[in-house]
């Protein structure tokens, strides 16, 4: 990884698995893929951005301390998916659009896969077949 | 640095860039050297992969994630040879009068845009899908229309052999949507134009300008070596997109001289909006856009048009994530779409800016009449998908992830104004407009209605930062009308401007 740590990546995933729950049985390959697929779009971006990346997965990690007492990482599902939806309601616009963001990164890495289309149903045809279902 | 010189340049091969090249094409043949400085790549038709990922690398600007000042909507800007022209669906309407009448540019009349779009309907082939090409998703989108009363009309298209791929939105990789990458580029580089990829041009002064040449990982490598370049030329047309002829034109220094330069800009912001039916239906195969509902654009300032986009972005567009929100993206052979398409209105605080590095910053707040539109258009989508057939809709500010059939009288009270809430939903903007409108007034508007810079004899614009308010429908074809326009003063003016 060029531009995740390896403490960011082991939130990042956290979260994926919080997000898609799929992403619990991925394979090691799909595993690979998804971080390979958010590594290079950080690649892309500002290095401001990678920054705030890993301090808001921080945030979300010792954020359920509050109500919690304990990480996000090791919330049971019912209640990580309680402190991530508040991220997402959250009253102050940068915690909902940093939510926002990193859940758009993980379905970047994850549904960005063309490994993972038949599990959703969706494949391609560039070719006639247009219209067989 | 190397040195160029030549009597026109077009900056961008987009809409606007494209069809002021092949309008002053001819001009190559009476010895007028043109170029076109493309920032992007021209790809070679097996890069057209139909991967998202892969394809928004390749076809936008900052792979099509591109976030508003306040982080609140996403831009997509397409980048490239032909620009945003390979990427959108196609989709060709005339804007209506009543439109350009809200514009009130003096001389700009609608009879002189509208003849100038039959033109290129023609030249593009645009024409209606028969029937038996349209899909579910489509004819769904028609049917919950026509039960409802809400008018609905079928898009004219620009393609040319369409196998129904259904990526359009990543490119056609049969090449059959006619952009100017296929129809205008050619043609005016047939007649001698000359058009360099991979050449971002950095400054903008009179009658010279400073561009650098660096490839891309794909696409073919430019016709220039790498480097920078120092270019002579006596005419300049300035058709890099909304945002980026504004940046250009900041980074080059013109904000002390025009007070308006980046202002008024207006981005129909956008939203999508899911339904699920019990059986599978043809959706993501099949020209993805086929009709669009002006029903309420006047009385709610919004359009709704089918669509159907890709898991990913299908995805990132769901408000939610977890065992619901997998459920719905699993049915993805029982989904129908619908984007909603809000009319902003042109606001001088909405404007492109520089950072301390010269980068486009787009500040754009979304105001309280534009995020009405978009509330009000989701429960307007979701009586549309019901009346369909769904047996369950999701609206990005529902109150539960999914509004089932049986729940569709209710469907006032199970969307809320107040979960429409910039940061929490998706938007995002394909259709960016203004930043050099035309007008007569310096304090107001960049152009005069022919896209000559105020003061500026030689500097032209060509794009959609032309348009003084919104399109209030997809703009292609009314940036092609306008540069047309903006060709044909140049072609009058010519002995007075070389």
């Known amino acids: 990884m060029k531009n995740l740590d390896p403490d960011t990546v082991k939130r990042l995933e956290t979260v994926a698995a919080i997000v898609v729950p799929g992403y619990s049985s991925i394979d090691s390959e799909g595993r690979v893929r998804f971080l390979d697929v958010i590594d290079e779009a950080l690649g892309e971006r500002p290095e401001s951005m990678q920054r705030q990346l890993a301090l808001f997965l921080k945030v979300l990690n010792v954020a359920p301390y509050l109500r919690w007492g304990r990480p996000l990482a090791r919330l049971e599902t019912v209640d990580a998916e309680r402190a991530l939806r508040w991220f997402q309601e959250a009253p102050i616009a940068k915690l909902r659009q940093g939510f926002w963001g990193l859940k758009t990164l993980v379905f970047m890495g994850y549904y960005g896969q063309s490994e993972v289309w038949p599990e959703v149903g969706y494949s391609q045809d560039f070719d006639g077949g247009a219209f067989d279902v | ?498």
């Open chain 2, 1 to 498: 640095m190397f040195e160029k010189a030549f009597d026109i340049v077009i900056i961008g091969s987009g809409a606007g860039g494209g069809a002021v090249a092949k309008e002053l094409a001819p001009l190559c043949g009476e010895g007028i050297r043109i170029a076109v400085l493309e920032w992007g790549p021209k790809l070679r038709n097996d890069e057209f992969t139909g991967n998202e990922v892969d394809m928004a690398r390749k076809l936008f600007v900052d792979s099509g994630g591109m976030l508003t000042k306040d982080g609140s909507m996403t831009l997509a800007m397409g980048k490239g040879y032909g620009g945003s022209t390979v990427s959108y669906t196609g989709t060709s309407l005339t804007v209506p009068k009543e439109v350009v009448d809200r514009w009130a540019v003096p001389g700009l009349s609608h009879g002189d845009i509208a003849s100038r779009a039959e033109k290129y309907l023609e030249e593009n082939n645009v024409h209606l899908q028969p029937e038996e090409l349209l899909n579910d998703n489509n004819r769904l989108f028609r049917k919950g229309c026509r039960t409802l009363g809400y008018s609905v009309e079928q898009f004219p298209l620009n393609l040319k052999g369409c196998k129904g791929a259904g990526v359009c939105n990543l490119g056609c990789p049969n090449q059959a949507k006619q952009g100017t990458h296929l129809v205008q580029l050619p043609e005016a580089e047939r007649a001698g134009v000359e058009v360099v990829t991979n050449c971002r041009v950095e400054h903008v002064g009179i009658q010279e300008l400073e561009a650098v040449v660096e490839n891309a990982p794909f696409g073919d490598p430019s016709t220039w070596d790498e480097g920078r370049y120092r270019i002579s030329a006596k005419i300049i047309v300035v058709c890099a997109g909304a945002v980026h002829s504004s940046a250009l034109f900041l980074n080059s220094g013109f904000g002390d001289r025009l007070p308006a330069l980046g202002r008024y800009l207006t981005l129909h912001p956008a939203l999508i909006l899911v339904g699920e039916h019990l059986h599978p239906i043809s959706n993501f195969q099949g020209h993805p856009k086929s009709f669009f509902c002006d029903h309420f654009w006047r009385s709610d300032g919004f359009l709704l048009e089918s669509c159907m986009y890709y898991p990913f972005i299908t995805a990132k567009n769901l408000v939610g994530f977890g065992p619901e929100h997998s459920q719905l993206m699993q049915a993805f052979q029982r989904l129908q779409m619908i984007l909603v398409l809000a009319v902003d209105q042109a606001e001088a605080d909405n404007r492109v800016e520089i950072d301390g590095q010269g980068n486009p910053v787009v500040d754009y707040t979304l105001s309280s009449s534009t995020l009405d539109s978009l509330y009000l258009s989701m429960k307007a989508a979701s009586r549309i998908f019901f009346a369909a057939g769904a047996a369950r809709v999701h609206a990005p500010a529902g109150e539960r992830f999914f509004i089932e059939a049986a729940e569709a009288g209710d469907i006032e009270e199970l969307i809320s104004r107040n979960k429409v809430v910039p940061g929490r939903i998706s938007i995002t903007s394909a259709h960016l407009m203004g930043g050099c409108r035309m007008g007569e007034d310096l304090q107001t508007s960049v152009t005069d209605s022919w896209g000559r810079v105020h003061g500026h004899p030689g500097l032209f614009v060509a794009d959609s930062s032309l348009l003084p308010r919104a399109n209030e429908i997809n703009p292609y074809l009314t940036v092609m009308a306008l540069a047309d326009r903006v060709a044909e003063r140049i072609r009058s003016d010519i002995g007075e401007l070389l």
